[in-house]
């Protein structure tokens, strides 16, 4: 039996998207189809939350093309789910399961932090789909409460749900969101805690959320992709990353207590709206390199130190923004006077704030930081 794995999906207009027919033929061949729906459908009174971030919706038609090509599981733990509110993530949810469709990873307390059973070809299936600290995530202080949001990676009951959810069924898979956006390697929290959900139990770790393929590894024998990317993300910025239309499809073959892993690669040509698989040689060799990369300690090392280090810049602006300050002189006495005739620049705190929440943001902050510390630069 296979299982297949596909990345984020956002797309504007439904209609228009063309599925390549050998890519409708893997998808048709597999038991269950997996993605991420990274923005809700809008409902009617639904206004935009006050984030961090550009505010995301889909059309209702987004369901209808899906379950067409039996992309019928979709995880709603992520970023954007919350955008419009309690009211869009609810009528997201009523119109999956009114066209027979799954969605896991979002709801009130209880259906968001819960393990989805399928039961198909003889096997009960089970998934868990979990996000990274951000706007709408559900913690402590809902639990009990008639809210709904979206379920945290890190939420002390995760362990629990995998080692009592795995008891309950013949395989089970962790679905989570998290990372830092448009980096080619996972931060080293990220592989630790990928690889610890195996450890409790997991038969593989399937990520999202940074928009670009990473690599994956057979861990205990278990698979984990770190990212699966894009597989369908339309955005019409005039500068996209180098893969943002690209997107891994990563099936298992489950057989006998085994878990068999292949990937293929997905392009999708926004021009022309078309989805299709692709083997071109640059986006190979790309790939190749992170793999290879991912199982040389020293170099990967190295490449999560670069892009902190790249980024450490855009943290700190995020902090300015939000009221706190990189105190060169310079910027200390503009703020003193500020002080003194009571015009202190009150920036908007929800940049800054979910910096510092969300995990994946916080680590990279703190390894760009001690890397600062390392080669003497203690200046604030």
Not at 95 to 113: C, D, F, M, P, V
Not at 179 to 196: D, V
Not at 207 to 229: D, F, R, V
Not at 252 to 270: M, N
Request: include cysteine; hydrophobic fraction near 35%; proline fraction near 3%.
């Amino acid at each position: 039996m296979i299982i297949s794995f596909l990345g984020d999906i956002k797309i504007d207009s439904p209609s228009r998207i063309i599925m390549d027919p050998t890519l409708a033929e893997e998808l048709d061949k597999s038991a269950v189809n997996q993605a991420n729906l990274e923005a809700p459908i809008k409902g009617v009174n639904s206004k935009g939350i006050m984030k961090s971030g550009p505010q995301l919706f889909h059309q209702r038609g987004i369901i209808d093309l899906l379950l067409k090509n039996k992309i019928s599981l979709l995880s709603l733990a992520n970023n954007h789910m919350m955008d419009y509110g309690e009211e869009s993530l609810t009528f997201t949810k009523e119109i999956i399961e009114q066209q027979k469709g799954i969605a896991i990873g979002a709801g009130l307390w209880n259906e968001a932090y819960q393990v989805r059973f399928i039961e198909t070809n003889g096997l009960k299936i089970g998934f868990l789909a979990v996000t990274q600290h951000e706007f709408g995530v559900l913690d402590e202080e809902q639990k009990g409460k008639s809210q709904v949001g979206t379920a945290w990676m890190l939420h002390p009951c995760i362990d629990e749900l995998i080692v009592k959810g795995r008891k309950q069924c013949d395989y089970l898979f962790v679905l989570p969101h998290a990372g830092i956006e448009n980096e080619y390697y996972p931060l080293p929290e990220l592989r630790t805690l990928y690889r610890h959900w195996i450890n409790m139990g997991a038969d593989g770790v399937f990520a999202s959320h940074p928009h670009t393929p990473q690599g994956w590894e057979m861990y205990n024998n278990k698979p984990i992709c770190y990212s699966l990317g894009n597989f369908c993300f339309e955005n019409h910025s005039k500068s996209l990353p180098p893969y943002w239309n690209y997107g891994l499809m990563a099936q298992v073959s489950l057989q006998e207590g085994r878990v068999e892993a292949s990937i293929k690669y997905v392009r999708y040509d926004q021009e022309n709206h078309q989805l299709s698989l692709t083997e071109e040689d640059g986006f190979c060799r790309h790939i190749n390199e992170i793999n290879s990369n991912l199982h040389d300690a020293e170099q990967y090392v190295n490449e999560v130190n670069t892009y902190c280090d790249r980024l450490a810049d855009y943290y700190d602006l995020a902090f300015a923004k939000g009221g706190y300050y990189k105190y060169t002189t310079k910027k200390f006495s503009v703020q003193l006077v500020k002080q003194i005739i009571g015009k202190r620049y009150k920036g908007n705190l929800n940049h800054a704030l979910n910096n510092i929440r969300c995990e994946a943001h916080r680590w990279a902050i703190i390894r760009a930081w001690n890397n600062k510390i390392k080669k003497g630069d203690v200046s604030i």
